[in-house]
């Protein structure tokens, strides 16, 4: 893929961007390496007030920042505008909390026979962040702030469609006074990769993406011994049982299963609903989502904008077309929409069946897959069968149900009657297929530490 802004509105290639030479990525490289020693001696006050300032930038930018966000991925010009803000709020976060994060916390000298007995967190040194476009600017925040704060400094090789947001973000932090090196931006392809990850230089890596690149440089991480945080797709399921609220469950599970024109990692996918109230929920889920608007991201009228590559509108139409063939029910949407841009309508199947690659498979698009249960546990079962465990949400008042789930689901995130979402305050991240490791809150913060013993004897 060449590294462009190619605007899925339109399709229409808006700028191309040549690649870094080997010589050019070897001193970005070098440039990190050098002024890690340098940003990790920073106090916890220095580093807060580099990250305040970049927040207060992007607050003071957000109309810039949005209109580039949606040029180059498509996403409604309004969520575009919340990722910038979300993105200023995370910075802040770690500004204000994460020397407490980090604090040395003591243990039991007396147990181990110490004078004194602690634990400290220290940076690990440059760390490579493998990124994506779906939230090009908060997937990059949520491992920076933290990772900065912490004192490490990082590498970002972004998704190739989206430099524009890349070279935004490195531009802000120069202008908040970042010092050189301490955050640079790779115009690197896929295959360059693997070369950074090698290098001695580099201390750590993060991906957040497919499993397959996430397997993949968990591969060469491992080869390496190097400590990585995958953060990758998810199958979520939705489940709704008869005490739900069903005008808020169908409200909620159709904005979380279009939420960024469905391409989000945490998008509801498979609504998995109890018997009992299948029929009503159904007829409301299909009328609302046939009622959405395809259309302008920049409308403030839009519901769904365009997907954000033609690749992957073409896959999610394999395997839409791969249901239907194999005999599932089509109740709306199912073809791209004609015309200029890569526009993909909400679509609604059930019969979903095993052979169907719906049915492991993650959905990157606004399809939403409907399946009937008749219990709490068969609701677990079918909810639990994929290979994915990113997030789960269940529907229903009952408090036993919902400890049910709670300790049922075999997911890194359970919502109970809300969307699933993503708040610096809380801890994000997978299990299974989904990844391992976590960004955000205090667990995130200290994902890149070196978790360092002290023990300090007896004077004699």
């Given at each position: 893929?060449?590294?462009?802004t190619?605007d899925p509105?339109t399709?229409?290639t808006?700028?191309?961007?040549?690649?870094?030479s080997?010589?050019?990525?070897?001193a970005?490289?070098?440039?990190?390496?050098?002024a890690?020693?340098?940003?990790r001696?920073t106090t916890f006050?220095?580093r807060?007030e580099?990250?305040n300032?970049?927040?207060?930038?992007?607050?003071?930018?957000?109309?810039d920042?949005?209109?580039?966000?949606?040029?180059?991925?498509?996403?409604l010009?309004?969520?575009?505008r919340?990722?910038v803000?979300k993105?200023a709020?995370?910075f802040r976060?770690?500004?204000r909390h994460?020397?407490?994060?980090?604090?040395?916390?003591?243990?039991?000298?007396k147990?181990v026979?110490?004078?004194?007995?602690y634990v400290?967190y220290?940076?690990?040194?440059?760390?490579?962040a493998?990124?994506?476009w779906?939230?090009?600017?908060?997937q990059?925040?949520?491992?920076?702030?933290?990772?900065?704060?912490a004192?490490n400094?990082?590498?970002?090789?972004?998704?190739?469609?989206?430099?524009?947001?890349?070279?935004?973000l490195?531009d802000v932090f120069?202008?908040?006074?970042?010092?050189r090196?301490?955050f640079?931006?790779?115009?690197?392809?896929s295959?360059?990769?693997?070369r950074?990850?090698?290098?001695?230089r580099?201390?750590?890596?993060?991906?957040?993406?497919?499993s397959?690149?996430?397997s993949?440089v968990?591969?060469?991480?491992?080869?390496?011994?190097?400590k990585?945080?995958?953060?990758?797709?998810g199958?979520?399921p939705?489940?709704?049982?008869?005490?739900?609220?069903?005008?808020?469950?169908?409200?909620?599970?159709?904005?979380?299963r279009c939420?960024?024109?469905g391409?989000s990692?945490?998008?509801a996918k498979?609504f998995?609903?109890?018997?009992?109230?299948?029929?009503?929920?159904?007829r409301?889920?299909?009328?609302?989502?046939?009622s959405l608007?395809?259309g302008?991201p920049?409308?403030?009228?839009?519901d769904?904008?365009?997907?954000?590559?033609?690749?992957g509108?073409?896959l999610?139409q394999?395997?839409?077309?791969?249901a239907?063939?194999?005999g599932a029910?089509l109740?709306?949407?199912g073809?791209?929409l004609e015309g200029?841009?890569?526009?993909?309508?909400?679509?609604?199947?059930?019969?979903?069946?095993p052979?169907?690659?719906?049915?492991?498979?993650?959905?990157f698009?606004?399809?939403?897959q409907?399946y009937?249960v008749?219990?709490?546990?068969e609701?677990?079962?079918?909810a639990?069968?994929?290979?994915y465990?990113?997030?789960?949400?269940?529907?229903t008042?009952?408090?036993g149900?919902?400890?049910q789930?709670i300790?049922?689901?075999?997911a890194?995130?359970?919502?109970?009657n809300?969307?699933?979402?993503s708040?610096?305050?809380?801890?994000?991240?997978?299990i299974k297929?989904?990844?391992y490791?976590r960004?955000?809150?205090d667990?995130?913060i200290?994902?890149?530490?070196?978790?360092?013993t002290?023990?300090?004897?007896e004077?004699?």
């Amino acid at each position: 893929m060449p590294i462009a802004t190619i605007d899925p509105t339109t399709g229409e290639t808006v700028k191309v961007y040549d690649a870094l030479s080997d010589s050019e990525l070897e001193a970005r490289v070098a440039l990190a390496a050098k002024a890690f020693p340098q940003f990790r001696a920073t106090t916890f006050a220095e580093r807060a007030e580099i990250l305040n300032s970049v927040a207060k930038i992007l607050d003071s930018e957000i109309e810039d920042s949005a209109q580039i966000i949606t040029l180059e991925m498509g996403k409604l010009l309004k969520a575009a505008r919340a990722e910038v803000a979300k993105c200023a709020h995370t910075f802040r976060y770690y500004a204000r909390h994460g020397e407490a994060f980090l604090a040395d916390e003591p243990a039991d000298a007396k147990a181990v026979q110490a004078q004194q007995a602690y634990v400290r967190y220290e940076p690990l040194g440059p760390v490579l962040a493998v990124m994506p476009w779906n939230f090009p600017l908060f997937q990059v925040t949520r491992f920076l702030a933290p990772g900065l704060m912490a004192g490490n400094v990082a590498l970002l090789k972004h998704a190739s469609n989206v430099p524009q947001t890349a070279l935004y973000l490195e531009d802000v932090f120069e202008r908040a006074g970042a010092p050189r090196g301490v955050f640079q931006t790779l115009l690197i392809g896929s295959d360059a990769v693997e070369r950074v990850l090698r290098d001695k230089r580099i201390r750590a890596a993060t991906l957040t993406g497919s499993s397959p690149a996430g397997s993949a440089v968990a591969k060469v991480a491992g080869e390496e011994v190097k400590k990585t945080v995958l953060e990758l797709g998810g199958s979520d399921p939705f489940v709704v049982l008869p005490s739900a609220d069903l005008e808020a469950a169908v409200k909620v599970g159709v904005a979380a299963r279009c939420q960024n024109n469905g391409q989000s990692c945490i998008a509801a996918k498979r609504f998995i609903i109890h018997e009992d109230i299948a029929d009503e929920y159904e007829r409301r889920f299909i009328e609302t989502m046939s009622s959405l608007k395809v259309g302008d991201p920049v409308d403030p009228s839009t519901d769904i904008g365009p997907l954000a590559t033609e690749q992957g509108r073409q896959l999610v139409q394999e395997q839409v077309g791969d249901a239907i063939s194999k005999g599932a029910v089509l109740h709306c949407g199912g073809q791209p929409l004609e015309g200029p841009g890569w526009f993909y309508p909400p679509t609604v199947l059930s019969g979903i069946t095993p052979d169907m690659r719906l049915f492991q498979e993650e959905v990157f698009g606004p399809v939403a897959q409907l399946y009937r249960v008749g219990s709490v546990g068969e609701a677990l079962d079918l909810a639990n069968i994929t290979d994915y465990g990113l997030g789960s949400n269940v529907w229903t008042t009952d408090p036993g149900e919902q400890q049910q789930f709670i300790e049922g689901f075999e997911a890194g995130l359970v919502f109970v009657n809300g969307a699933t979402t993503s708040y610096p305050e809380l801890p994000f991240g997978g299990i299974k297929a989904s990844g391992y490791g976590r960004e955000l809150a205090d667990h995130g913060i200290k994902e890149f530490c070196n978790v360092k013993t002290v023990w300090v004897g007896e004077r004699r």
